[in-house]
């Protein structure tokens, strides 16, 4: 009788775990189209003008700001030795 018990234990888990392991791989491929999307979306014009126009904006308003950033002349390295 208990090897019944058992036997039926392992199966009601096996059939759990399958369960489990077929809406999860299914969700998961709708997370990835909707990733998918969202990445396009943001690549899309639309979505980069606000961005572009503040830049654009920030560029105007202050000049000095866009000075290159090796003006101490340390080639990019800020006194490391590593390039």
Known sequence: MSIAVVAVVVVIIVVVAVVLGLALRNRSSDDGVDSFRRQIDALSPEAR??????????????????????ADGSGGRNGTDTP
């Not at 308003?61 to 950033?69: E, N, Q, V, W």
Request: charged residues 55%; aromatic residues 0%.
């Open 49 to 70: 003008k606000p961005t572009v126009d503040r830049v654009k904006s920030a560029e105007r308003s202050d000049p000095d700001d866009a000075i290159d950033d090796d």
